[in-house]
């Protein structure tokens, strides 16, 4: 744990001969190693995102990949106050040709044919019904992620997906808030806009539609369910094994230098 | 809402019960080590039995709340100050028992730092002590437990080295009093290498498998995060000053400087980063 040289040694716990002496030169390399791995793979490598919904697939066209997305879990922590894990199973095809299929969660990454595939985040997506009460005539469900927005007529009319409360409570003040993640009572929380600029805020629970007001006429905007989106992050990097491999390298260099006395023997010396 | 964990009455007495009484015993050692300073050498032997005892207790809390927590405490300023501080105390007495008798001149210097990060997790009102549970991202017990024992056995070799740096300057600013039972001005240079090479070691392991848990977690080895950043500045200055002495033969003003330098920047990269720089390294 020390370096152990008598003091006035000129070599940090060594001499620049011997083990400490290699040690130096494998610190050094190493280094520089890592340094060049990194170099490379910020030259040569690539880091896209893409994602979406259970049965939806993305194309990363840097590496001529095809993900699918099978399906998202979330598993709840805490009793649901804690961001859930989200864990999603994905298959990876390339030209059609299925060449991996893997379960991707934070901390676990994909590692398929040379590209890592992490996750990244995970969203709300909700799923929403528009209605004509003057036909009864229903639209399909709309899939609606955070931060979208839904028109709902030619004159510039949207309603923006604000967030969304999976177990919705207004607080005293009159704030809507969830106090978990998990889908006990699951609220929207959406913005009606006109060409951008909000005009009124609201909420939508399920299966609890709202009218409003379009310039087509009114409008029931029914919330008929939700699930996750997820995002995630491919990227392939050449220099990593390098990085790594330098890294590993350097602090077997540092311990030769500093722990290890000329000769390879442990130094056990004590100031005179 | 903020999520907590539910602790028993009596696990919560217990963890804190010793977590007390090791305060006070490290503080006891310390005055000890502070008379050992002043001449009075019989006070030396009794303060190192005292700081092992606290280390001892003190382990008996960090047990105890690994119970109460079921995971290891290692997150948060309060856990990991805490895990610090045990770290500092047990590093410090593996070097007393190495280094000849006259190295418990630098247990008085160690206590003042060992005070000040105990000020920190008990007065500051900042840190927490509350139960926990862990974020997604940390539950990854195996990089978890890698990349904080080893930050925390860099910090500990760094703030030995400061101690031993204070103590030098103390030396030299009370020249020509009779000083015989401190170290002579080589030996606390050597101790002084010995310890920041401890600390940049472990600091390196520290920063290899925090990349290594990065890659897996964010799919990035290195992100520019501001701790990421402080921790390589903190590298940098110690790469620096252990370079220098090779190189150049820096030893004395200059080497004891450039250690206090690395120190500060080591504790701005702890707590400075956490509250002015946040990040993804915010955890509580």
């Known amino acids: 744990m020390f370096g152990r040289a008598a003091p006035g040694a000129g070599a940090a716990g060594g001499t620049a001969a011997g083990a400490g002496g290699y040690g130096s030169l494998a610190t050094h390399v190493g280094l520089l190693v890592l340094l060049a791995g990194a170099a490379v793979g910020s030259a040569t490598g690539f880091r896209a995102t893409g994602g979406g919904m259970a049965g939806d697939s993305f194309a990363v066209a840097e590496a001529g990949l095809t993900i699918a997305i099978e399906s998202v879990d979330l598993e709840y922590l805490a009793d649901g106050r804690l961001r859930p894990i989200a864990r999603t199973r994905i298959a990876v095809s390339r030209d059609g040709q299925a ?9 676990f990454p994909a590692r398929v044919d040379g590209f890592s595939i992490n996750h990244q985040t995970f969203l709300w997506a909700v799923h929403l019904v528009v209605e004509d009460p003057a036909t009864g005539e229903r639209s399909t469900p709309m899939r609606l992620v955070e931060g979208e927005s839904l028109p709902l007529d030619g004159a510039g009319l949207a309603l923006y997906f604000e967030a969304f409360l999976p177990d919705f409570f207004l607080t005293p003040g009159g704030e809507p808030v969830s106090l978990s993640y998990y889908p006990a009572r699951p609220v929207l929380v959406g913005r009606l806009t006109r060409h951008g600029r909000t005009i009124g805020r609201g909420l939508l629970g399920m299966d609890r539609p709202e009218t409003i007001v379009t310039q087509d006429g009114e409008r029931l905007l029914d919330l008929a369910g939700f699930e996750n989106a997820v995002v995630l992050q491919v990227a392939r990097d050449v220099g990593r094994p390098y990085v790594f491999g330098g890294a590993v390298l350097m602090l077997a260099g540092l311990y030769l230098s500093f722990c290890v006395e000329k000769g390879g023997r442990k130094d056990n010396g004590a100031p005179a | 809402m903020e999520p907590l964990l539910e602790v028993t009455p009596a696990g919560r007495w217990v963890e804190s019960g010793l977590f007390y009484i090791a305060l006070g015993a490290y503080l006891t050692a310390g005055f000890g080590y502070g008379w050992n300073l002043l001449g009075r050498r019989g006070w030396g032997a009794a303060a190192s039995a005292t700081l092992r005892g606290a280390v001892l207790l003190h382990a008996g809390f960090l047990i105890a709340r690994w119970a109460n927590l079921g995971r290891v405490p290692l997150v948060g300023h309060y856990e990991f100050g805490n895990f610090l501080i045990w770290v500092l105390a047990l590093t410090y007495l593996r070097a007393e028992r190495r280094w000849p008798p006259g190295y418990r001149a630098v247990g008085a210097t160690v206590s003042l730092c060992l005070a000040a990060y105990i000020a920190y997790v008990t007065l500051f009102p900042m840190v927490s002590s509350a139960h926990r549970p862990l ?8 990089w978890l437990n890698i990349h904080v024992i080893t930050s925390a056995l860099g910090y500990a070799g760094f703030s030995l080295a400061l101690a031993v740096a204070l103590l030098w300057l103390i030396r030299e600013r ?3 009093a009779a000083l015989d039972y401190i170290p002579d001005g080589a030996a606390l240079e050597h101790y002084l290498h010995a310890a920041a090479t401890s600390g940049f070691l472990w600091h390196t392991a520290m920063i290899i498998s925090g990349g290594i848990w990065a890659d897996a977690a964010w799919g990035r080895y290195w992100g520019w995060d501001p ?3 402080w921790s390589l500045v903190t590298w940098a200055v110690f790469a620096i000053y252990l370079h220098a002495r090779r190189t150049r ?11 206090i330098l690395g120190w500060a920047v080591m504790l701005f990269t702890w707590i400075g980063v956490a509250y002015l720089l946040p990040g993804i390294h915010a955890f509580g």
């Open chain 1, 99 to 107: 060449i991996g299929q893997d379960v991707v969660s934070i901390n």
């Open chain 2, 135 to 142: 974020p997604p991202v940390l539950r990854y017990p195996l």
């Open chain 2, 174 to 176: 009370l020249a020509g």
């Open chain 2, 227 to 229: 701790k990421e950043m």
């Open chain 2, 249 to 259: 033969g820096w030893r004395g003003r200059n080497a004891v400087y450039l250690v």
